[in-house]
């Protein structure tokens, strides 16, 4: 019992300071601008864990791999604590078992971008009918804008209704499925 209420800190602690990193990474991706309350909250909640980073792992093509990799090695130590303590890392020999455990936390790290994808995208659509003018809704429409415009090419607004955040959030939900 005990060591599944210490799962479930864990697992809300490296969630929320993984959403953290992964929004911060995302910001800085698609150049969204962090001269918000948004934008504040994200880089002094993560400085303590990217600034160190940032000065012995420079950034690759742009990105920001200061805030991707501790993003990623939270998910392997959630990943590695969730396998021990379920007793599923004594099923696997030692040589399957390291690639198992980096795999896993990969896909650990790609649903929780799809996670804080859909996220952003009701924030939008909620936004958008409640408080256009909020000072939240352009950071939240930069984020979402790359995702977005492709399907807005493809599908018409119906009636003034954009219908892209609806067809963006099933897709994200089908990609959802196969990982």
């Not at 021990?84 to 040589?95: F, L, R, Y």
């Not at 936390?105 to 408080?131: C, D, H, K, N």
């Not at 807005?152 to 939900?173: E, W």
């Amino acid at each position: 019992m005990a060591a599944q209420a210490g799962l479930f800190l864990l697992q809300a602690f490296t969630g929320f300071l993984t959403f953290a990193l992964l929004l911060r990474f995302y910001m800085q991706a698609f150049r969204v601008s962090f001269n918000n309350q948004l934008g504040t909250f994200v880089v002094e909640l993560t400085n303590w864990l990217v600034k160190p980073l940032r000065k012995a792992l420079p950034g690759l093509f742009g990105l920001d791999l200061a805030s991707l990799l501790p993003a990623y090695l939270l998910q392997l130590i959630l990943t590695v604590a969730v396998a021990s303590v379920q007793g599923s890392m004594e099923a696997w020999p030692a040589a399957s078992l390291l690639p198992l455990l980096l795999w896993s936390a990969l896909l650990a790290t790609l649903r929780f971008s799809i996670y804080l994808l859909i996220g952003a995208l009701l924030v939008q659509a909620v936004l958008s009918w409640v408080s256009p003018y909020s000072p939240l809704s352009q950071p939240v429409a930069q984020l979402t804008r790359p995702f977005l415009r492709p399907i807005q090419r493809v599908v018409p607004t119906v009636g003034a209704i954009d219908l892209s955040p609806l067809i963006a959030i099933v897709l994200a939900q089908l990609l959802l499925m196969f990982l």
